[in-house]
Nanobody, 115 residues
Framework: QVQLVESGGGLVQAGGSLRLSCAAS????????MGWYRQAPGKQRELVAI???????NSADFAKGRFTISRDNAKNTVYLQMISLKSEDTAVYYC?????????WGQGTQVTVSS
């Protein structure tokens, strides 16, 4: 079992920045890839960015150049640095961990970007 707890969401003006954190606990040695997803009201959950255990990353087109995912394996924490935020980035952001093909999700953190 893995527990994921996100933090760092909030209200920010357009053009501003936020850094999300996701701390993992439990069977952390078994965690493989981790990632961030988001879900806006009335929309499906979508991938923002993922990072492998050895640091390889991939991100959605909308995130490229603005969002950076990183990972500190010693702290069992994954981060999402977001800059140049836009109103369309408003969503609940969820942390995800893959543990031997089993998915774990955090409870989500709200990010609201005001224009």
């Amino acid at each position: 079992q893995v527990q994921l707890v996100e933090s760092g969401g909030g209200l920010v003006q357009a053009g501003g920045s936020l850094r999300l954190s996701c701390a993992a606990s439990g069977s952390v040695l078994r965690i493989g890839a981790m990632g961030w997803y988001r879900q806006a009201p009335g929309k499906q959950r979508e991938l923002v960015a993922i990072i492998s255990q050895d640091g390889g990353t991939n991100s959605a087109d909308f995130a490229k150049g603005r969002f950076t995912i990183s990972r500190d394996n010693a702290k069992n924490t994954v981060y999402l640095q977001m800059i140049s935020l836009k109103s369309e980035d408003t969503a609940v952001y969820y942390c995800h961990a893959n543990v031997r093909l089993v998915s774990y999700w955090g409870q989500g953190t709200q990010v609201t970007v005001s224009s």
